[in-house]
């Protein structure tokens, strides 16, 4: 009897690599003959093999079957049924979106008439190398006639790149893993393995090695998903591995890189990366890649700057001519002239100085101008996080998801398993506080071994701290691992989607079970281990100086608080669009959580994506929030801005726009209320520049834009950069007496500024009276563009006078300068 079983695809990617190894392991342990059927496509293939499964082109949503017939096909079918409602779509998770931002080309640069090829940044970074040519090895370049014992050459080549895969795994890091696993499920595949055995017969093994894998990619390249089509490298990658291993005499090696390098390609496969030496390797370009290739995951991993484009530059006649990559820009620049050689190299020194400016940060609290203190924290997952989220400038974490733990398993971890993972996470921590929110499973994130039920609306569900009296025993193995590590560090315990004092107290019961049970067991804890709850259902607000008597601290989880309250779904594209934070209801709500919590001494902290949001940043601070959690990239970017803000300015900020009636009040308060501390006005330290040295008029305004960005004045160097260009078109800004004066009034500085940089030689402002040797640049805001030419004609009748000027030549000391441009205001 045959049995069918009909479900929709319901993983984002489709079936691609690894969930393909998942459903094949699963179809194996069972005898009968089961089918994939995939409807739209009319394609089908065999279950039991990867490759057959990703060949059926399963996309998001498509209609499917498994048709299963055999001896065990009942047991098949029942089992199965089972994994496809309740496991199978967690083999999957949606891509991260890759922004792509269109960057306008500085003046800068193309003042230098010097040739650029452009393309698409994948991986950021700016470099320079020599360039290395890699040329392209084919299948087909192994060609050969059939020879003795092709039978034994493939089985030999195959267990050595089987080999050569698992001893890679054993050092491998969480993305390296993931391909290499993915690639040995692949390289398996019993009918890839049958279909190339079967061609032996008749062909040698480069020819049927390439004769089989070109089927799998016939069949890859016609399907819709462009994840599905950029396995067709990993494919080929397996095939050239092969036969590399089958006749290591015909070797078609990548070049030995001996100094630094950009290598180009027109395509490059994960194997060929990994052999890279990556202390010489500082940038790729590819002509075929996209944010989903292996490729380009592994080069994300290592920091290695990447462009894809299908315009590759030409080798020039010299060998490994010098180039310039800048993955801001977009740009390749290849044996580029004097002034272009020029920009990139300010470039990469601006950049220098900007993370070496974040870096200070590291290991130290942040603190606003006017000596308010807000720790940021990180969200995290795993263990093996903490000590990079510190070397991240984290204070310590605020999330640490423990339902990582238990997800992509079949059994609960063990308490000593929790225990151990725990208690490594804490050691990573130092001193530092890790608070450790308890499962949050069920709804949008089942256990198979919990056998919930589907849900209509998961995220109003049985869910979090709703499940723990019906799984009590998991529920006090967490609690009892927790504690016991909580020696090892400074441990904090958070309960997610509290909704009634009843709840907490139930909570606080069944911890005090287990401290009882760890007291009589002679088992060493912390007794003084904080406990809190997430503040993310709104009903918690209006209880809240309730709940703050039966805690010690609050986490305002602002993804779910935020949906919850407006009653929209983000992940609806019908009404995404809606999703806001920064609305007078979010606000208000914020300000009470915060003031009620304060007055009953209750510590508050905020994590999900507004943490981490630039332009929420000010409202944030303002709120009086304790601590902010974000993501690892997100925190030396955050503390930065925090140390240039001023507390009082953006608590009066904030306090109005909880007066607000209208989401658009609020972004025009945003707008026209001045920000600036004492050290934002428009006179800075930071910008007085003395005796430095510019080659040319693009340096200067290079140079000085860029270190408006360093210290957090502009988020937008290059169109900001634009702007003053623009205003030299019209007319040249050199004024005489070697003074140069460029300026604009423009949307892209957030802080009105004077710059003022001295030079030690002059330089041609390719303006009437020529060279210059003192610049004072004037980057005014939008909002202030009543003072532009006020500011520039006081500045303009100043320099008329000599004394004024010899001033600003001899005076030594900055605070002296500042004092002096000041008089442009009395």
Same mark, same amino acid.
């Given at each position: ?7 929709q ?8 690599a ?21 409807h ?9 093999s990867?490759?057959?499964l990703i ?18 096909a ?6 199965l ?6 496991e ?5 998770e949606?891509?991260?979106q890759?922004e792509?931002?269109?960057v306008c080309?500085?003046?800068s ?8 090829v ?14 290395y ?5 084919t ?7 059939i020879q003795e ?8 080549a195959h ?9 890679r795994l054993n050092s491998a ?6 391909i ?12 890839l ?7 032996l @017969? ?9 004769l089989?894998v070109?089927?799998?990619i016939e ?8 994840y ?6 990993d ?8 036969l590399?291993?089958a006749?290591?005499?015909a070797?078609?090696e ?16 994960p194997s060929?990366f ?23 995951i592994?080069?994300r ?7 894809v ?6 080798v020039?006649d ?7 990559l ?10 580029p ?5 020029c920009?990139f ?9 900007s ?6 940060y590291?290991?130290?609290?942040v ?5 308010h ?34 997800m ?12 151990e993972y ?7 921590g ?44 998991l ?15 400074n ?5 997610p989607?509290?909704?009634?004092i ?8 069944e ?23 997430m ?14 008597k039966?805690i010690?601290?609050?986490s305002i ?15 609806n ?8 934070s920064l609305?007078p ?17 209750c510590?508050?902290?905020l994590?999900?994506?507004?943490a981490s949001?630039h ?16 993501n ?10 925090l140390?240039?803000m ?6 009066e900020?904030f ?6 009636? @209208? ?5 025009k308060?945003?707008?026209d209320?001045p920000?600036?501390t004492?050290?934002?006005t ?5 910008c007085i ?8 008029k ?9 270190n408006l ?7 937008n ?23 140069a004066i460029?300026?604009t ?7 009105s500024t ?14 009437d ?8 640049m004037?980057?005014?805001n ?8 006020k500011?520039?004609s ?9 004394e004024f000027r010899d001033q ?5 000391c900055r605070?002296?300068?500042?004092e ?7």
């Amino acid at each position: 009897m045959q049995y069918e079983l009909n479900f929709q695809c319901a993983l984002p990617n489709g079936i691609h690599a690894r969930p393909a190894s998942q459903l094949e392991e699963k179809c194996r342990q069972f005898v009968s003959q089961i089918t994939l059927m995939n409807h739209r496509s009319a394609k089908s293939g065999d279950a039991k093999s990867s490759l057959d499964l990703i060949g059926t082109d399963t996309n998001y949503q498509d209609e499917c079957s498994l048709y299963i017939k055999g001896d065990d096909a009942r047991q098949a079918f029942e089992s199965l049924q089972l994994y496809i409602n309740n496991e199978f779509h967690l083999c999957d998770e949606p891509l991260a979106q890759v922004e792509e931002k269109q960057v306008c080309i500085p003046k800068s640069l193309l003042n230098h008439n010097t040739e650029l090829v452009y393309g698409k940044p994948l991986v950021a970074g700016i470099v320079k190398g020599r360039l290395y040519k890699s040329d392209s090895v084919t299948l087909q370049s192994y060609a050969t006639d059939i020879q003795e014992n092709e039978t034994v050459r493939f089985s030999n080549a195959h267990a050595s790149v089987v080999e050569n895969i698992k001893a890679r795994l054993n050092s491998a890091k969480k993305q390296e893993a993931e391909i290499l696993n993915s690639h040995l499920s692949m390289l398996t595949d019993n009918n890839l393995i049958a279909s190339i055995t079967k061609l032996l @017969t008749y062909n040698s093994t480069a020819n049927a090695v390439t004769l089989a894998v070109d089927e799998y990619i016939e069949k890859f390249n016609c399907s819709r998903s462009e994840y599905i089509r950029e396995r067709v490298v990993d494919l080929r990658d397996l095939g050239l591995q092969l036969l590399s291993a089958a006749y290591p005499a015909a070797q078609y090696e990548m070049a030995t890189l001996v100094e630094d390098s950009i290598v180009i390609a027109e395509e490059m496969t994960p194997s060929q990366f990994l052999k890279l030496d990556k202390s010489h390797l500082k940038g790729l370009v590819l002509g075929k890649a996209s944010h989903t290739s292996h490729t380009i995951i592994l080069a994300r991993s290592f920091n290695i700057p990447t462009l894809v484009s299908d315009a590759l530059p030409a080798v020039t006649d010299i060998e490994h001519p010098l180039a310039y990559l800048d993955c801001q820009l977009g740009v390749i620049a290849v044996q580029p002239n004097e002034g272009a050689a020029c920009y990139f190299e300010r470039a990469m020194q601006l950049a220098k100085q900007s993370k070496n400016c974040q870096q200070v940060y590291v290991g130290k609290s942040v603190t606003t101008m006017d000596g308010h203190k807000i720790e940021v924290a990180a969200n995290i997952s795993h263990p093996i996080e903490v000590a990079g989220a510190l070397d991240s400038g984290a204070d310590g974490v605020g999330l640490f998801r423990t339902e990582m733990a238990y997800m992509d398993r079949e059994l609960a971890p063990t308490e000593e398993e929790l225990y151990e993972y725990y208690r490594d996470a804490l050691i990573a921590g130092k001193e530092n506080s890790i608070t450790f929110r308890t499962i949050d499973i069920g709804g949008d994130k089942p256990l198979p071994y919990l056998n919930l039920p589907p849900e209509n609306n998961p995220f109003l569900g049985y869910r979090a701290v709703r499940i723990y009296p019906q799984f009590i025993t998991l529920f006090h193995h967490q609690l009892r691992a927790l504690l016991r590590a909580s020696v090892y560090g400074n441990a904090r315990i958070m309960i997610p989607m509290i909704n009634s004092i009843e709840e907490i107290r139930w909570i606080k019961a069944e911890l005090a079970k287990v401290k009882e049970q760890l007291k009589q067991e002679g088992i060493p804890f912390s007794a003084n281990i904080k406990l809190g709850i997430m503040v993310e259902i709104p009903s918690t607000v209006f209880i809240l100086d309730h709940i703050c008597k039966e805690i010690d601290f609050i986490s305002i989880g602002s993804n779910d608080m935020t949906q919850y309250l407006l009653a929209i779904d983000r992940d609806n594209q019908s009404i995404s669009h809606l999703y806001n934070s920064l609305v007078p209801s979010f606000l208000r709500m914020l300000e009470q959580v915060i003031s009620t919590a304060h007055q009953h001494r209750c510590w508050v902290g905020l994590c999900g994506e507004l943490a981490s949001d630039h332009r929420a940043l000010p409202f944030l601070l303002g709120s009086g929030l304790d601590e902010l959690s974000m993501n690892n990239p997100a925190i030396l970017a955050t503390k930065s801005r925090l140390a240039g803000m001023s507390y009082q300015q953006c608590r009066e900020l904030f306090l109005k726009a909880c007066q607000c009636s @209208t989401k658009a009040e609020i972004n025009k308060l945003f707008h026209d209320m001045p920000l600036n501390t004492q050290e934002k006005t428009i006179i800075s330290y930071e910008c007085i520049l003395l005796d430095v040295e510019f080659v040319s008029k693009e340096d200067a305004i290079q140079a000085m834009v860029g270190n408006l960005g360093i210290i957090g004045r502009t988020d937008n160097i290059f169109a900001l950069e634009n702007d003053i260009w623009a205003r030299e078109a019209v007319l040249a800004t050199d004024l005489g007496f070697g003074f140069a004066i460029p300026h604009t009034k423009s949307e892209h500085i957030q802080y009105s500024t004077i710059s003022m940089a001295r030079l030690t030689k002059p330089i041609h402002w390719q303006g009437d009276s020529g060279m210059v040797n003192f610049i004072i640049m004037l980057t005014l805001n939008s909002k202030d563009s009543a003072q532009h030419m006020k500011i520039f004609s006081s500045l303009a009748r100043k320099l008329i006078h000599k004394e004024f000027r010899d001033q600003l030549h001899t005076t030594q000391c900055r605070d002296d300068i500042i004092e002096l441009l000041s008089t442009l205001f009395k």
